[in-house]
Structures are given as structure tokens and as C-alpha cells.
């Protein structure tokens, strides 16, 4: 079974680095399956930490207790976009997972990196939808890896906004997976992975990022773009 443990580190600074790493135990025991584990960390604003464990056909939240171990569930109240996009796309076809970690962005909305994944299929009417270009494969993967920006209302946990699916323009391999986000400035730069053996990052001004995200994005117009 795949579990999830959490640890703190603690550089000290002296004439080497010294890095101490402590075990804090397992996190939401009480509610881990053999699914992957793309879990989601981020922190309130009241500091307490919690887990975006699923976004599809609901976004699904795990909050731990004092207990780090039992974990409660949470749940957005309707059916967002993305089990919109997969109910047109086709489940056999295309799958959404989370995601860096989700950070404050504005108002009520918080922020993250998911990536998608298209799986091979017959040639649709949505081919037209999809932007690609020869990428060097992945030993494991016939797949087709993307990114996408998401905010999500952080009192509700319900969906607000989506970006279209995209390639970063550095990518050299079909797998790119999105794991850190930091905004700097006006700067927003996502790290990722390329290939399980790189790691990159994309930095793209916040006005962008902004002026990529739809409220009221339909399936039929969500796009695989390259950036």
C-alpha cells in the first residue's frame, strides 16, 4: 500500500550544513487506499494544514487531526469542470490529478498546478483541440502529460477557475509533472519534473497566469495547448 508520512527538516547554518529530519508519523491513515498518492498540501489561514486528496468528479479534501494519523473528509457541494471535461473527453481517454501544492493567490482563491494526462485513442472530433509535438517518450508512458492552473474558493473547496491544459516550451519528454509553486514578485514559476529525471521551471508573469484562468470554461472549448 502506497502511504504518505509526513517529516519537518531543520537546516542549520555553520561551517557545513547540517540537516536534521524528523518523523512525524503517517498522514490520514484512516483513509488510505493503493491509489496513487498526488495528494495535495496546503496551509489555511489559520495555519492548519490541509490535503486536496481528488478533483474529479468533486473536489475531495482531507483535514488531519490532532492525530496526524485520522484524517476527516470534506467535499465541494457540486460537480465542477473537470468532470465536465472527462464526461466529453471520455474516462477512457483522459484523466485529471493533482498537483503542487496550493498557495494563496487572491481574495478567496487559492492556487495550484494539477497536470492531465490523455491516454492513446482513436482519432475524435476533438483532435482539433489538441496542440502537440514530437517529444521524446517515456520508457512507462504512452500518455500524453499536461499542465493546468486551478483556483479553488479555500472556504468552500469548491472549483472557481481553470486554465486550458499546456506544455511547457522547455519540456523535452511526453511526462511533465508540476510540483512546486512559488509566486515572487509578479513572477509565478511552477517546478517540474520532465521525464522522472529533470527538473525544470517555468516562470510566467502573474497578469498571465491571470488572463489564462476561465470561470465558466465549457468542455468543448478546453484546450491542449503548447505554451
Not at 133 to 146: F, I, Q
Request: charged share 20%.
Amino acid at each position: 500500500m502506497r502511504m504518505v508520512h509526513i517529516y519537518s527538516m531543520t537546516l542549520r547554518l555553520s561551517e557545513s550544513y547540517d540537516l536534521e529530519v524528523e518523523e512525524h508519523g503517517m498522514l490520514c491513515k484512516n483513509l488510505s487506499t493503493d491509489h496513487e498518492k498526488n495528494w495535495s498540501p496546503w496551509i489555511s489561514g489559520n495555519r492548519e494544514l490541509i490535503i486536496s486528496y481528488h478533483l474529479n468528479p468533486k473536489h475531495i479534501i482531507f483535514i488531519p487531526g490532532t492525530d496526524l494519523s485520522m484524517c476527516e473528509t470534506q467535499v465541494e457541494s457540486n460537480l465542477n469542470i473537470f468532470s465536465k471535461i472527462t464526461e466529453y473527453y471520455g474516462s477512457q481517454n483522459i484523466s485529471f490529478s493533482l498537483s503542487t501544492p496550493a498557495i494563496y493567490w487572491r481574495q478567496t482563491e487559492y492556487i495550484a498546478v494539477g497536470h492531465v494526462k490523455l491516454y492513446p485513442y482513436e482519432k475524435r472530433s476533438y483532435d482539433a483541440m489538441i496542440e502537440t509535438r514530437t517529444l521524446s517518450p517515456h520508457p512507462a508512458n504512452l500518455m500524453r502529460y499536461y499542465m493546468f492552473f486551478y483556483t479553488f474558493n479555500f472556504n468552500t473547496y469548491n472549483i472557481k477557475r481553470i486554465s486550458n491544459a499546456f506544455v511547457p516550451p522547455e519540456s523535452e519528454t511526453n511526462v511533465i509533472f508540476p510540483v512546486g509553486l512559488v509566486v515572487k514578485d509578479n513572477d509565478v514559476i511552477v517546478f517540474y519534473g520532465d521525464g522522472d529525471n529533470s527538473m525544470k521551471c517555468l516562470i510566467i508573469d502573474r497578469n498571465i497566469v491571470e488572463n489564462m484562468l476561465f470561470k465558466d470554461l465549457r468542455p468543448e472549448e478546453f484546450k491542449f495547448k503548447l505554451f
